[in-house]
């Protein structure tokens, strides 16, 4: 029987796209006021054109604008540090009050430590989770899919590992540490979601597949 439900957070509990472009925005309001215009507009459009990881460096050479790589890591400063104007999705509110009188909450989320904070700060997720890892906190190294993050989740509820499930969004890293440990995993799966239709070996694949949360607290009571 289950007795706690741990989340991811990015494209699980919220839209990744949306804290993207919130953090577009602060850099943007930051450039305007040393007289550069048009940041969030252009980045925008590179993101949605699916550029990764040099976004900040293209736009500047886009508008021929002069950079070094001190501005780029104020940027990215900037924007890993903002407080995100993001919202809970609609299936994920829902789901956390289906669930809370019944089982305990956790969660458990990748990324950098301020920037994963502002985020479940923003969605004031310290209101509905009895436990939240930031796996920054150990170190790069025990990022997903490390085993760390789920075993002290584990710990921290006094459970056995088959009383608890995961539910993530990207199974490159979310599912195997948890299924090697006895965890039930679910994966949720949006339409047009990035990992939705991604191919990979069955020890990443998770136990179940589900693509709205509203499907969440059945699926749970069968386990």
Same mark, same amino acid.
């Given at each position: 029987?289950?007795?706690?439900?741990?989340?991811?957070m990015? &494209?699980?509990?919220?839209?990744?796209?949306?804290?993207?472009?919130?953090?577009?925005?602060?850099? &943007?309001?930051?450039?305007?006021?040393?007289?550069?215009?048009?940041?969030?507009?252009?980045?925008?459009?590179?993101?949605?054109? @699916?550029?990764?990881?040099?976004?900040?460096?293209?736009?500047?050479?886009?508008?021929?604008?002069?950079?070094?790589?001190?501005?780029?890591?104020?940027?990215?400063?900037?924007?890993?540090?903002?407080?995100?104007?993001?919202?809970?999705?609609?299936?994920?509110?829902?789901?956390?009050?289906?669930?809370?009188?019944?089982?305990?909450?956790?969660?458990?989320?990748?990324?950098?430590?301020?920037?994963?904070?502002?985020? #479940?700060?923003?969605?004031?997720?310290?209101?509905?989770?009895?436990?939240?890892?930031?796996?920054?906190?150990?170190?790069? @190294?025990?990022?997903?899919?490390?085993?760390?993050?789920?075993?002290?989740?584990?710990?921290?509820? !006094?459970?056995?590992?088959?009383?608890?499930?995961?539910?993530?969004?990207?199974?490159?890293?979310?599912?195997? #540490? #948890?299924?090697?440990?006895?965890?039930?995993?679910?994966?949720?799966a949006?339409?047009?979601?990035?990992?939705? !239709?991604?191919?990979?070996? +069955? &020890?990443?694949?998770? &136990?179940?597949?589900?693509?709205?949360?509203y @499907?969440?607290?059945?699926?749970? +009571?069968?386990?």
């Amino acid at each position: 029987m289950i007795k706690v439900v741990v989340f991811d957070m990015d &494209d699980t509990l919220f839209l990744e796209r949306d804290y993207v472009l919130s953090g577009f925005l602060a850099v &943007d309001r930051y450039l305007e006021l040393k007289g550069i215009s048009g940041f969030y507009n252009k980045s925008k459009e590179l993101f949605e054109s @699916e550029v990764r990881g040099n976004i900040f460096n293209e736009v500047f050479e886009y508008f021929s604008i002069p950079y070094s790589n001190k501005d780029i890591k104020d940027l990215v400063d900037i924007y890993r540090n903002h407080m995100p104007n993001i919202k809970l999705l609609g299936e994920s509110s829902w789901v956390i009050s289906q669930l809370t009188s019944r089982y305990q909450l956790g969660l458990i989320t990748d990324g950098y430590l301020n920037a994963q904070q502002n985020k #479940a700060k923003a969605l004031g997720l310290a209101d509905y989770f009895h436990n939240i890892i930031f796996t920054d906190q150990f170190g790069r @190294e025990y990022w997903k899919p490390s085993e760390r993050p789920y075993i002290e989740m584990k710990n921290f509820f !006094n459970v056995m590992h088959h009383e608890l499930v995961y539910i993530g969004d990207n199974p490159k890293k979310d599912f195997i #540490a #948890a299924k090697k440990l006895g965890w039930k995993t679910v994966h949720i799966a949006r339409v047009d979601s990035e990992y939705s !239709n991604v191919i990979i070996s +069955e &020890d990443y694949q998770a &136990d179940y597949k589900v693509s709205s949360l509203y @499907e969440i607290p059945t699926l749970i +009571e069968r386990l």
